[in-house]
Structures are given as C-alpha cells and as structure tokens.
C-alpha cells in the first residue's frame, strides 16, 4: 500500500489554481477520467452544461475539464501498448500529461524499479518538465530531486536524461521512460535507438509528448505495432492557458503552414524543393550559453510590401517587416541570435530595428535598397541618426542571395540560438518560411530575407571571382 503524502502548503496552492471545484489534490488519483470514462466528450459536454461542472471551448466546441484530466491525456485503455505517443500543440499540456502519468505509475510501482525522464537538453528539463507550469515537481513537490535522479517517497527513482546526449540512454533497462518534446531532440534517433533497446524488463512502457516534426525516427515510431498515437491540438487546453497566450500565441498561427503544425500538430511533410530542411535547423540549434565570442553582429531588415491586411499566410508573411539579428562567433560560425520582426509602420519598425541593435549590441544595420530608394536606411536612420548601415547586395535575385546561405547550414555553421523561454521555439516562425519557400515561389517571405541579409554580409560570398586571364583583353 502506498502512503499518500499528506497536502502540504504548496499542494494546497496548486489545488487552488487547478482545480476550482475543489478535490483532494494530495493524492495523485486527481488526474483520472472523470466523471465516466464510458461517456463520450460530446455526451460529457452535455452532462458538464447541466451540471455547470465544465466550460466548453466557444471556437471549438470541446469540453474543457479543468484541473481533471481530459480524455486525451490519459493513457491508452489496456496494456497492450509499448508507445503511448501525444503529438499536440503548444499549450495543449503535453508535459502536464506525460509527468501526471510518469508520476502516476510511480507511486503505483515496486521500490527499486526504475524510471526514466528525458528532454531535449538537460536546462529545458529542469526548465519545463520539471519546474515550469506543467512540470512534475510544481505538482508533485514531495519528489527528491538530487543531480540527476527524482526519487519519490515510495523510493521508485527517475534517471534524468537529455536528448543532446544520446550515448547516455545506453545501459538504462527500466520499465517506465518519459520522453518530453522529443522531436526536437538533437540526436532523437540516436537515443531512440539506445532507449529502445533498454526497455527490457517486466511490461516495459514508454510516453513521448511532443509537437511534430517530419522526422524519420517519429514516423517510424507511429509505424510501430505497439504504438498508440494521439493527436491533440493547445485548444483544447484553452480553459487553462492565458488569454495572453491566446490571442498573441495561438490565434495569429490559426489559418498558416505554422499553425498547422504548433497548433493543430499536424506532422507537416517538408515541402519538395525548399532550401532548408526542418531538421537541418534543428541538428544545429545551440544554447544560448554555448555562443563563442562573437567578432560581428548584424541586423538584417526587410521591409514590409503594400499588402497590408491580407489574412492569408503569404499575405501575411510579406505583410510583416523581417528583423533578424545574427553574429559570426570567433569560430567562424555563424548565431542567429533574434527574430524582432513586426507588422507595423515604418516609425514602429524603424523603432524595433534600432532595439534589436542595442540589444544585440550590434555593429551593423543590413538592408535592401530597393525600388531605387534607401527607405530601409533612411527609416533607421530617423530613429538613430548615425546608426552604422550598410547596403545588403539585391542585384542577385533571391534564390542567387538564398542559396550560398542554405549551402552554409548544410555545411553546419548557422545556429538558431535558444533562449530559455517557456514559449518554445522563438524562430518557429522565421523557420516555417525557410522550409516552405523555393525558388520558383514568387512571393517574399521578409523574415527570411532578413536572415539572409544578415547572414550575406557576416559572410559574404561575393559574385564568383573570375580568374584574370592573360591575353583575354
Ligand atoms: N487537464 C488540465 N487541467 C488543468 N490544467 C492543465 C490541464 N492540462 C494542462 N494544464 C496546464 O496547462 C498549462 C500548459 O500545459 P503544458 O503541459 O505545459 O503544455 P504543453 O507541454 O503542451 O505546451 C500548464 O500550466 C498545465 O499545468
Ligand atoms: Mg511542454
């Protein structure tokens, strides 16, 4: 029998936030189906109205259970499973659910078993799986967090591990496996395949929550028999997220190829013919703490075209003005470092510009001049008289300027740099244009312009040198 902890202070004030109708949160039974897993979510909604026990979702219509599990984040019925795989979007409660469930069969399991919970870098699991508003330690603080291992009362311990080090998912053979966000793990593969064949002992299970990505490893997975796979899009989870995250978040992705994606989850194949590859960006993406000495940092500007107004996503993506801050490090690599890109006037953006710059401490402001004016310099320069401004090279059409700068991704020197910030991905956005824009599209995605001005200049690859020949003259 296990003993329960008894409710101390700070499980009383989570039970305050999560659950306004007031259950017993000192158990960890309070994430289970309720009120009747036999009813379905539109009978539930039904019985919710009548009841006045849940809200529903005005946009979507979902019922929205708060402080209670819904019926997706739960695990599969049965035991027949291996792989119990939550691709949703930002927001849903993905890790709520994975730790709720980790937390769960914890408390259920024999001292001595072992369990393990990964992310994809050791900061983003102290950061978000178990510290952040979903993370296990927030809702469970009785759990003993020492280096890398969680031990619960009951003496049933978690290893902690990262998907950036995939060498160290060798040797673990454990019955439960936690795996958060795990398609944007550096080396999924490679931990996949360690992991994998660790999970040997009694009725091993695992649980990935993650949004999607195109990757081989994913799909392998959802192939996989034992596998049962769930959708779930951060609308269903409205009742408890911020109205903020709402409608600055989630409502500007709704109708786009983003959106689609870290909204409604949907495992977007990488689009035939663009120059970047999701998971090219994603195999380079740094921490921030891991950024050398940086020699020179550009801001690249495009500025917004006259479509202002228009809804759909390429519309919208030339309706905003592209500011992308980049720096060459002292190795020769190149750090993304911010994507400050806005829809706005020429004052709000020169305005942003100039931000950036100081923030970045940047040497430089890049722009096209274009339509044979200097509107990206003169705006800047309105705010910030001598602001140091140089012209970013537009005689090439786009795909010539795109080209060397994809060419310097697939040889692994460009890195998105990660802020730790619990919105996820800042360059989800700036990325989305660069996998879904080829050469033979006509439109102009500004925040990749922006990124390839800044990346032009930091390493300029010139027009190819033409040799002198002798006697050509
Ligand atoms: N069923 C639920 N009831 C109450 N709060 C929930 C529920 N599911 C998720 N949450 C809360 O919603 C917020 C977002 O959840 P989180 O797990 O961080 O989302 P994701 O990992 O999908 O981005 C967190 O504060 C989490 O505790
Ligand atoms: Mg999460």
Redesign the pocket.
């Known amino acids: 029998m296990i003993a329960w902890p008894s409710i101390s202070d700070s499980l009383l004030r989570a039970a305050d936030i999560?659950d306004p109708q007031g259950g017993s949160l000192g158990d960890a039974e309070w994430w289970k189906p309720n009120p009747d897993p036999t009813v379905t979510d539109k009978e539930r909604w039904l019985i919710d109205k009548r009841t006045g026990d849940y809200d529903r979702d005005e946009q979507t219509g979902l019922p929205l259970?708060?402080?209670?599990?819904?019926r997706k984040?739960r695990p599969p019925e049965g035991d027949d499973w291996f792989v119990w795989l939550v691709l949703?979007?930002?927001?849903?409660?993905?890790?709520?659910?994975g730790i709720e469930w980790l937390n769960r069969e914890a408390r259920l399991a024999k001292s001595g078993e072992q369990f393990l919970l990964a992310g994809r870098t050791p900061a983003d699991v102290h950061d978000?799986a178990l510290y952040?508003?979903?993370g296990l330690i927030t809702?469970h603080p009785d759990i003993d967090v020492t280096k890398r291992t969680l031990t619960w009362p009951n003496g049933v311990q978690a290893l902690i591990r990262s998907g950036a080090n995939p060498e160290e998912f060798r040797g673990f053979s454990g019955t439960r496996a936690l795996l958060e966000e795990f398609a944007a793990w550096q080396y999924a593969q490679e931990a996949w395949n360690n992991l994998s064949l660790g999970m040997r002992e009694g009725d091993p299970r695992i649980g990935i929550?993650t949004t999607p990505r195109d990757k081989e490893v994913l799909r392998s997975i959802i192939k996989m028999p034992g596998t049962r796979k769930v959708g779930g899009s951060s609308l269903e989870?409205s009742a408890?997220?911020a109205d903020k995250y709402r409608t600055n978040v989630i409502d500007p992705l709704m109708g786009t190829r983003l959106g689609r994606r870290e909204v409604l989850a949907e495992m977007l194949a990488d689009v035939e013919g663009a120059l970047w590859k999701q998971a090219m960006i994603d195999g380079l993406r740094v921490d921030r703490r891991d950024v050398p000495q940086l020699k020179r940092v550009v801001v690249g500007v495009d500025p917004q075209g006259k479509k202002k107004g228009t809804t759909d996503e390429e519309g919208r993506a030339d309706a905003e003005t592209g500011i992308v801050a980049a720096g060459l490090g002292v190795d020769e690599h190149v750090y993304v470092l911010e994507d400050a890109s806005v829809d706005g006037t020429p004052a709000e953006w020169g305005v942003c510009t100039v931000g950036v710059y100081d923030r970045q401490r940047a040497d430089r402001v890049a722009g096209e001049r274009n339509f044979g004016g200097d509107m990206v310099e003169h705006v800047v320069r309105t705010v910030r008289k001598n602001i140091s401004y140089e012209d970013a090279n537009a005689s090439r059409g786009k795909q010539r300027r795109a080209e060397p700068v994809a060419a310097l991704y697939e040889q692994g020197r460009v890195h998105h740099v990660t802020r730790d910030r619990e919105v996820g991905n800042e360059f989800a956005a700036l990325e989305s244009e660069m996998t879904s824009w080829t050469p033979d599209s006509d439109r102009s995605p500004n925040r990749m312009d922006a990124l390839v001005w800044a990346v032009s200049l930091l390493v300029p690859q010139g027009e190819p040198q033409r040799k002198k020949q002798a006697g050509v003259w």
């Open positions: 999560l259970i708060k402080g209670r599990a819904r984040q949703a979007g930002r927001g849903f409660g993905k890790t709520r659910t978000y952040g508003p979903g809702h929550m989870n408890n997220l």
